[in-house]
């Protein structure tokens, strides 16, 4: 009995604790939700308060407006999400840049710019206008373009004694290092070095004046022989001939990617278009993405320039999509050409690096395949001597991949982007003396008639400056 009440005892301490625990948890239940009832009651008060703030004007009088809408607190109050306006991007939305409609806004572009290039049309007809060359400075301003540049390493030399070669040598050190520094390649800086010291060795040191003569005439004496082409390029006395014979003149454009190969061959076709003739141009760059697209925005323009003539296209595009064998695509285009009587067919080909074995052996194939009256290298002056280095792993590879004992090589070349170089005119230079080919172009600008053709005294001036 006594062991029965000891457990009794047990059981009733045990449930009291029980008890005891379960109040107090209940109690700290009550305590944590009449605390978050106080947080949460606070926190209504503190938006009231400061709703009641943004309500009262910069004055601190209470706003005017009465619209449900203005209250902070209104469920149609709440603004969407705003789109975000960079700071440099001049306030205007991206959909002013957004073309891939063709829309009326790109339709008003396109009208602009041919506006703009109706202003040339009829101006650009013959041969190709050669680079500008400055006038030559008088007087004073010939003193201070003297003492500047190449002339201003002359300067030791005036006296009454004959000039040595001895005391020339220090001289041309100077300036070959100036010429190389005009990206001119090392090996013919000291070639029309060479030709400077030729001049002026044995000459009295009579005037400053008669030396700067002696230097010019040198240099242009040499660089004439470096820019003489070994085959001389007559683009339009070549045309008619091929017309003649009932086939169009064809062309081909390679070189690297980005170099401006679409670009300028649509100048050359405002030129051909200038000078009366019907050219087709052929979308053989089957690879980038847009290529097809930008030479149909090309012919678009040049159509609108040149419009048809009794029923006969002057411009047109002949394209069949990507992911096309190349060498196919030229070779229709081609009879194409011929059985509608387009006078040129010009030919774009896709960029490719000189060291892509694959993509050279294709562009060796098309060459071979269509035999082009004349095929151009595209480089850009921009990139110095890598220009010198790129043509002349073309024409290796053009001869590697030819399958043929005369394999074709570069036939001419198209120097692009010779606006952004300023004087540092060396890779043309550089270009012509490797290979032996001549700049046929020279691209100028981004406008159609920005197309020149280079001359000697233009790079003179340059190398002198």
Known sequence: DDDDDDGDAANTSIAKGNEDESSTQASEAEDGAAKEAEMMRMKVEAMKLKAKKSALSPSGKKS?????????????????????VWALGG????????????????DANLADEISKLRVHVGKGGGDIRDMAVEDEPEGEQEDAKAS???????????????????????????????????????????????SISKGLVGKPKSSFRGIQGIVKESLEEALTRILSPVRRIDILR????????????????????GVGKSTNLSKICYWLLENNLRVLIAACDTFRAGAVEQLRTHQRKLDALYPSQDGRVNVMLYEKGYNKDDAAIAADAIRFGQSEQFDVVLVDTAGRMQD???????????????????????GEALVGNEAVDQLTKFNKALADHSES?????????????????????????????????????????????????????SVVQSLLK
Do not use: W
Request: hydrophobic fraction near 35%; glycine fraction near 8%.
């Open 405 to 457: 004992e005369k394999p074709r090589l570069i036939d001419g070349i198209v120097l692009t982007k010779f606006d952004t170089i300023d004087d540092k005119v060396g890779a043309a230079i550089s270009m012509t003396y490797t290979t032996g080919q001549p700049i046929v172009f020279v691209g100028t600008g981004q406008s159609y008639p920005d197309l020149k053709k280079l001359n000697v005294k």
């Open 64 to 84: 005017t407006s009465t619209s449900a809408t203005s209250s902070p607190l209104s469920p149609t109050a709440k603004k969407g999400k705003e789109a975000r």
């Open 91 to 106: 306030g205007k939305s991206t959909q002013n840049f957004d073309y891939s409609s063709g829309g009326s806004s790109t």
């Open 238 to 257: 070549d045309i008619m001939t091929c017309k003649a014979r009932g086939t169009p003149f064809s062309i081909v454009f390679c070189g690297v990617n």
């Open 148 to 194: 500047k540049g190449v002339f201003s390493f002359f300067k030791g030399l005036t006296g009454g004694t004959v000039i040595t070669q001895e005391a020339l040598a220090p001289v041309m050190d100077q300036v070959r290092l100036h010429l190389i520094g005009k990206n001119v390649a090392a090996d013919i800086a000291q070639k029309l070095c060479d």
């Open 356 to 378: 892509n074995e694959k993509l050279m052996r294709s562009l060796a194939k098309l060459i071979r395949v269509n035999e082009p009256n004349l095929v151009l290298f595209v």
